[in-house]
């Protein structure tokens, strides 16, 4: 079964497995303690450090590692924000940034530190310009990702830190992408990174803080990993994670060439293949292996589903399959389509006939799925109601992602050129795909006014003026 | 080699290892996709969950894995704290709790709150009435450990709970050195656990809170593990930790007690074969595998490093083996003799040989040692001085434990009997040393002054009168 979500966890990497192996029954000691035992799961873990400080660029006392990317994040930028208190308590981040970066943000929000959110472009990427502006007196730290994870776009880290070392800001890079497939950016101060994703074991996740940058670690202190990290080394996954990062990262070059030109062949074919699509994030400025994109008309739990069935494992950031019932943070502050969405994330080894397999199998799942729910088909709709000066109205509020769109899609023709379509919905996802449906069709988007001017209990009404075809 | 320091970290047991090999195959993927590998690796930990559920005796939607114990442990007590914020900031722990518990209580400290240290008798047990009088109004929480991690004794925490229970006072229950060894003591409100303590991987830990426990988690919330440990679950290693944990539980009853009668071998030969040895903790109450006992005369660290070149691997206690130079808190608390001391703690599956080349080896070992050190042999002594009046001062400072109480093993019998000497000395042990050599001596031990008194320019100064022998 071709996996296709290694941005979420990549399958266990040989040589981690190997290094895992050996390191079980080598380095399952404590590496505090003096003894035979002891001192070789310590020779273990600090020559796992060296390797992997090597692969971030710092020294192996700048390096520690921690239970989870995760964690890393958190413990890095909670960190960092206690170790600059005094300076203030500003946190600038970029809005598409990972949840853990942001949940770290609303922790320092709700504990009555500010935050400022820098917006993106269509492509999901940050202006450095835009960035340093943020970095204004009593900023105490700014985050940004070495390339997004839902989309693929690769940030302009060294500029911005550039702006970060003038304004005498630290800068967290999250570097969970893209270690083990792209040089990482220069100018971090601090860094982290999640080994599951690179194809390390999962429990292992790395923090590295330049010598010179004050973190306060915020978990009570032990003696272990210079005290930023409490409780036992897992010395064995540690080991496996070192391993197969410099195993990767000697891969790396071709590899991610290789892959590179997979996810080129995606994203070309699947707007060919299949209608109303659109491609998101950075074209050139992306991931080797990482491509997404959104289907109109599409719930993209079916999607999942189906694909599933299919035998394709991938992911989405539509609001239809996640639990909070909101579309992605990423798409939304980027203003492209959410509905139908599906992030391709290749593995190490994805062949080329998993591809053609995938390309071929796409067109007929999202054609299934959009004629289960009535989809526009591409054929012409109904005749324009003529002498219509009064805006359609299209109740759709209590249904959720995509039907909203869809309604619209199919009943836009009811109204003649110049005329005006009020959608009324309550779900979130509308206000982000509408708009982004406008965009796609050609059609202009008026805005957004109370569904109560409508009549309406609830809801919001998004308003489309019909373009002439 | 005997590895005789479970009480760390146990070997990988058999059934862990086999777990884990078959769930990084199966477990890899993310438990919070929908495809096929999510929903196995989902399966997995959702099994995995009822297990510990079950071994610890509580729901399985109260239990959450944790990266390791000191995480359960720090994530349970900082989240009932805080969750308990409006009742009160008083906590209450025993004194010879582990030290992540001790960690949490500094940073409550720190942070304006009031801990309130139970102590032990000399055994290292507390007294249910006393922790009970503890509890007084605004208490947020009560911490008492199962079973003592140095020196094996059990804690009446039944009988502490009913009191916290009658108190409205939660009790978080650090189990890390009982469970999968004997069942776990009734009436927990939190508890929480180690699984490379029991045989499991390194990289997993257990925090379970009885419903209507409040609990605010004290790092920012994601969609893992009921939103109290942030960071993608560690399947693969939970699985093994599950699966050792239901296989150790299944065998405890039986080599628990195997274990046990080693240990009362160990307890009754030591001080036949060793002269001057205290053996610390409860002889009754006490954990089946772990006994520990104090060397006079001894330095910890040559001592560990004798017994590590004859094959065993153990710990200590001692200050002169420890990172930050001061003696085990536990040892301190009970006010026994911390020098020389050598914690024994048995793996599963230790044989009676293992345990019979043990004692073979201590004798000479310790021998070894005090002959270096220059301690007492057990010959008479020099004569008294006759006719001495003022005390006999003796200036050890700057010399680290053992070598104030060998100087004044040496030297006391050149004071007659009712006379006294005074011992200067600035190494923290002493105070814990002197004292517990006279109560091992039947010598009278009469108190502290700083060493000022004496014309000293730092440090204090132990009493001691020559009893008549």
């Not at 404590?30 to 020559?47: I, K, Q």
């Not at 990062?245 to 892959?259: G, I, N």
Request: negative net charge.
């Amino acid at each position: 079964m071709p996996y296709f979500d290694a941005a979420s966890s990549a399958p266990l990497h040989p040589v981690a497995r190997q290094a895992l192996l050996a390191a079980l029954d080598e380095g399952w000691a404590d590496p505090a303690r003096l003894y035979r035992d002891g001192r070789r799961a310590r020779m273990l873990l600090d020559a796992a450090r060296e390797t992997a400080a090597e692969a971030v660029g710092c020294r192996a006392d700048e390096l520690v590692f921690t239970p989870s990317g995760t964690q890393g994040v958190h413990l890095g930028v909670l960190g960092a924000l206690a170790g600059r208190r005094r300076v203030g308590d500003r946190l600038v981040v970029s809005a598409v940034e990972h949840s853990s970066v942001l949940h770290c943000a609303e922790v320092h929000e709700a504990s009555g530190g500010t935050v400022d959110q820098v917006g993106v472009d269509r492509l999901g990427r940050v202006d450095p310009e835009v960035f340093a502006a943020a970095l204004t007196e009593g900023t105490a730290l700014a985050c940004l990702q070495s390339a997004n994870h839902e989309v693929g776009t690769v940030q302009p880290v060294a500029e911005v830190a550039a702006a970060c070392r003038e304004a005498g800001v630290p800068l967290f890079v999250d570097a969970a992408q893209s270690l083990g497939r792209m040089p990482v950016p220069e100018g971090w101060s601090l860094l982290a990174a999640s080994a599951h994703k690179w194809g390390g074991p999962p429990g292992v996740g790395l923090l590295a803080v330049r010598k010179g940058v004050r973190h306060v670690p915020p978990l009570p202190r032990d003696e272990r990993e210079r005290g930023r990290v409490p409780g036992f080394e897992n010395v064995p996954a540690i080991v496996a994670a070192a391993a197969s990062l410099r195993a990767v990262r000697e891969q790396a070059a071709t590899e991610s060439d290789r892959l590179s030109a997979l996810v080129e062949r995606i994203r070309t074919r699947v707007p060919e293949l299949v209608p109303d699509v659109e491609v998101v994030g950075d074209p050139a400025r992306r991931l080797p292996h990482l491509v997404t994109f959104s289907c109109l008309y599409v719930d993209g739990e079916a999607l999942l589903t189906e694909l599933d069935r299919a035998g394709f494992a991938v992911s989405s950031g539509s609001s239809c399959t996640s639990s909070t019932l909101t579309p992605s943070h990423v798409l939304r502050a980027m203003g492209v389509l959410s509905e139908g969405n599906v992030r391709v994330s290749l593995p190490s080894g994805t062949t080329e006939e998993d591809v053609e397999r995938f390309l071929g199998v796409l067109p007929g799942v999202v054609r299934g799925v959009r004629e289960q729910l009535g989809a526009p088909t591409g054929e012409p709709g109904p005749r324009p109601t003529a002498g219509e000066e009064a805006a359609l109205v299209l109740d759709t509020l209590g249904r959720r992602c995509p039907i909203p769109v869809i309604e619209l899609a199919n009943r836009i023709r009811e109204v003649r050129a110049g005329s005006v379509v009020a959608v009324l919905s309550d779900d979130e996802a509308a206000r982000l795909d509408v708009p982004a449906w406008c965009e796609m069709r050609g059609q202009e988007y008026l805005g957004e006014r109370p569904a109560a001017d409508f009549g309406a209990d609830r809801g919001s009404a998004y308003l489309v003026r019909r373009v002439e075809e």
